[in-house]
């Protein structure tokens, strides 16, 4: 087996220097009722590289990759360009194979690119720090929902109406059983900046996500005002990084805390996983106490030199344990490497093109499908994601549409099940659709209406 | 003149009329390495002794401090906040964590004199 | 000196310096907000048009801030960023409880397939059919493997799984009526702190039970803490000190008999694969770790995945989005909670790691149910081989045999001025990463040492040497090569205090040299 090194008089020799019979004889706590005298015997036995080739290809033959059609899916995950030295940068040994940085020593490659994604990811926030990453924008918002309820020592949390449902779900599932009371308006568009009629003394946060889930974009500065006056923080949420670089930053808006997915840059969609959570937050310790995750920090080695250690770890479970922040115990490493290493190739000046690149190519497609007949444009204020209402079942024509080989969106059924927004289909575009693929898809759409 | 008290947590506690001040010792110090980070009571809260009150971090570590005394916090150390390392400089006295108003002096019998500390540490 | 005819010298002088190797290679590099500039860029786009943007005042009127390197600068700075990571691919990596094994670059191979990587989580099912077939499939071998009901694929990362199996416990609680009652969880003393920390988060309190004199649950510590409030039992087995619980069928009986139930953390389950099933000794629920039992790359701390498996007495209660095949065969995804009525809930945005599953897969078919058997039985025999070359050197946490890593205490180095954390700092300067130190809390100065079973004879014999080497270096008083490691690294130690004291977690202009 190709990769077991060991040899059957490899085995026989170390049995000997052990001082035991078989290898058997290693296993003998196992409850004798519970051992597997047969092995994993209904399993297939193992296979060549060729064989296991083949398998996984024919697997993938059934999908329909993004790459292969006009594509225009987004609601929480984004297909952008991935730079080619990304992706070869990312599988060298020493970034892939290597543990957590827990020895720092021999760990300073992963260090400092941790600290370059920190100093990023407060860039293009516009907030004072950055966490070394959680899972994914989800469960970032999930998290930052709890830190702001320990900052403020407070348990009522209002989310806006329009805020991606998995991650309304996934905050829901993660803060409930530590007595934290949601409260969400049925979802409207138009209908987020509501949510100010909501907060009093007992609120600890309120989360509205910008660019939200339809793609409307919102002024978060009558927000934070409304919530800093109450005691209340803002968690800005943000599904599409990329927006950042032409909207003004949560930051610069007043946000106290940003949960974002990061996927968009440097990560491909990978069917959902795994992506890459941004947490920031405003440079002030009694946030940096109650965040969530690891952060690497600077100092000196013995010798004087400048070198980087994770660091505040008090806050995390493996010293505190049931008295942590969370009980996270990872962040997305190989992702976090990815992104930085994309945003580095952009820069400032690459990053604003992208987005006004995006925007771009949204504002054409939404001209172009708003200009089919009994179509309606929902969302006048968007980035690169807009919502189309349209005369019949979003789903029926997403389905049909892809049959004609044009994947044209998710549907809000998708996101919020079948029965109050049916006729509502969620378009996003990106700098990846030429266009071209925007008039087909728009061809097609009128097609399929008339 | 105060009177110390210490307390097999390795807090001291200096009762000067009904208003005790408390830290930690010098050996709490020690054992704790380089203290990193203090988390003080807010004042006017009222603790009963026993509870949780403060937090002292070293890099590795993260302990409690409990109130010695019942009563109410009257005031903090919060130059502690921005240099946690005065605890590891001088643990006994600019190193203080909080004071409280003693609501019952009668508590005091069950805390410990310098000698018997002393004799306390020995043992461990 | 001799030339060639081109005056080219072709042999060095001889010299008495001496040689600090590799340090030619081990180029300076500054911090990429030093290295970059803020006008340039290494990627080229197509040209703006100079439409107008809808966004009027909510436009970005300031630059981020950020730097660009052209693409060879780029790769200049990570590649040269890389060469200060120890790696798998470069030598063993002994930490216990991580299993640091090889990654298979096949399973690389595999998850970079368009039809995989660049599949939308919301693109119609009847466009990724041989995704969820995928899904599918990797659950089949992880519940034969476990023997369990249902495995849930979405969490994260091994902490999420954990929360997964403590929030279905929850809900099947809920589900009786008794979760006002039953409040307590039983961690034992051993536990990752991922354990306590999850109860806590699930609101439960934690209830810890200490470890006996031989490295297991004590029993009658166990029996006494029982009672009509107990929620469940958090056990990791193969536990912490690399030891298998052999009471573990009687604790999942008597917690069962308390009407609670038994959550296995299964960070150790590279162990016993194909030897026993989970099923068999009682288990409700518990989490797997594709980066660590299969192979997927650990990428410098994550991302993980920890589907997590179930049994008939949770399987309902597990979270959405799951895998059903519909009424004409074809594979749907059930999101909406109201298809669900039993669910506890949603943990994350979309399916899950599916990149994680490509890999886990692949590595599973590498390997076959013989080649899985194969896997825990070399592992436990590496660590056993490892244990009995260095036992009379080190000094053992336990006596006997142990599972697929071995647990050592301080007692070998003591008097002789040097601590754990100097042992392991000195393996540094001999090519080697640190094993995992003081962990678990059980014993003084815990090393535990987990050599996998892709580590060869040959390497396993090179290690042990080292050792035990240092291991009489240290009681022969060559304190300095221990207290002053490592000298031979990029850095000498780093100093934590300064970084928590004061800390700096982001590139400042002002700071650069601080």
Known sequence: MRYLPLLDEDRAHMLKTIGVDSVDDLFTDIPKCARLENGLDKLPEHASEPCVEQHFSELAAKNINAGSVPFFCGAGAYRHHIPASVDHLIQRSEFLTAYTPYQPEIAQGTLQTLFEFQTQVAQITGMGI????????????????????????????????????????????????????????????????????????????????????????????????????????????????????????????GADIVAAEG??????????????????????????????????????????????????????????????????????????????????????????????????KACDLADQLSAIDKVELLTPMFFNEFTLRLPKSAHEVVENLAKRGILAGVPASRLFGEGIMDDLLIVAATETNSDIQLSQFATALAEELS | MADLYFTEEHEWVSVNGDTAIVGITSYATEQLGDIVFVELPDIGKTVKAGDETAVVESVKSASELFAPLSGEIISANEALEDAPETVNEDPQDRGWFFSIKIADKSELASLMDKEAYDSFVQGL | MSMNAKGRPTKPETSNISPQFGSALLQEEGLLHEVGHCDKT?????????????????????????????????????????????????????????????????????????????????????TVQGALQLMEELSHWLLEITGMQTVALSPKAGAHGEMCGMLSIREAILAKGELEQRRRVLVPQSAHGT????????????????????????????????????????LTNPNTCGL????????????????????????NLNAIMGKCRVNDLGVDAMHINLHKTFSTPHGGGGPGAGPTVLSSRLADFAPVPFVKTGKTGKLQLVE??????DSFGRMCAFHGQMGMFVRALAYMMSHGGDGLRQVSEDAVLNANYLLARIKDHLSPAFSGTCMHEALFDDEFLKGSGVTTLDFAKALIDEGYHPMTMYFPLVVHGALLIEPTETESLQSLDAFADTLCELANAAKSGDQERFTQAPVKAPLRRLDETKAAR????????NLQNT
Request: glycine fraction near 8%.
């Open chain 3, 502 to 509: 004061h800390p700096v977690l982001r590139f400042q202009e």
């Open chain 3, 195 to 234: 354990n306590p920390a999850t109860a806590a988060a699930c609101g439960f309190e934690i209830d810890e039970i200490p470890a006996n004199a031989e490295g297991r649950v004590d029993w009658d510590v166990f029996c006494s803490r029982l009672g009509p409030d107990v929620a469940a039992i958090m």
């Open chain 1, 130 to 253: 950055a966490n070394a990453s959680m899972y994914d924008g989800s469960t970032a918002c999930a998290e930052a929902v709890l830190m702001a309820a320990r900052i403020t020592r407070r348990s009522k949390c209002i989310l806006a109406p329009n805020l991606h449902p998995h991650y309304a779900q996934t905050t829901r599932t993660l803060t409930h059983t530590l007595g934290i009371g949601i409260e969400q308006a049925a979802t409207a568009i138009g209908a987020d900046t509501d949510v100010m009629q909501q907060i009093d003394d007992e609120t600890a946060c309120i989360v509205v996500q910008s660019p939200n889930v339809f793609g409307e974009v919102i002024d978060l500065r009558a927000l934070a005002d409304a919530a800093h006056a109450k005691g209340a923080l803002l968690i800005a949420v943000n599904t599409e990084i990329v927006s950042l670089g032409l909207l003004k930053s949560p930051g610069e808006m």
């Open chain 1, 263 to 360: 996927q968009s840059i440097g990560n491909s969609l990978n069917f959902g996983g795994p992506y890459v959570g941004l947490l920031a937050c405003r440079d002030d310790k009694k946030f940096i106490r109650q965040a969530p995750g690891r952060f690497a920090g600077q100092t000196l080695d013995a010798a004087g030199k400048r070198g980087f250690v994770l660091t505040l770890s008090t806050r995390e479970q493996h010293i505190r344990r049931e008295k942590a922040t969370s009980n996270i115990c990872t962040n997305s490493g190989l992702c976090t490497l990815a992104f930085t290493i994309h945003m580095a190739l952009l820069g400032d000046v690459g990053f604003r093109h992208l987005a006004k690149l995006n925007h771009q």
């Open chain 3, 42 to 126: 290494g990627v080229d786009m197509e040209k703006l048009s100079g439409r107008t943007s809808r966004l009027g005042y909510l436009e970005r009127s300031e630059a981020t801030g950020m730097v660009g390197l052209s693409e060879p600068e780029a790769l200049r700075h990570y590649v040269r960023l890389s060469g200060r990571n120890y790696a798998i691919d470069l030598g063993l990596y002994p930490l216990g409880s991580c299993t640091m094994k090889h990654n298979p670059r096949l399973n690389e191979k595999l998850a970079r397939i368009p039809g995989f990587a660049d599949i939308h989580p919301l693109q119609p099912t009847s």
């Open chain 3, 336 to 341: 909406q909670l109201n298809d669900a009525p």
């Open chain 3, 244 to 267: 298998f619980e052999p009471d573990i069928r009687k604790i999942a009986d008597l917690i069962h008999e308390h009407g609670g139930y038994f959550y296995c953390d299964g960070a």
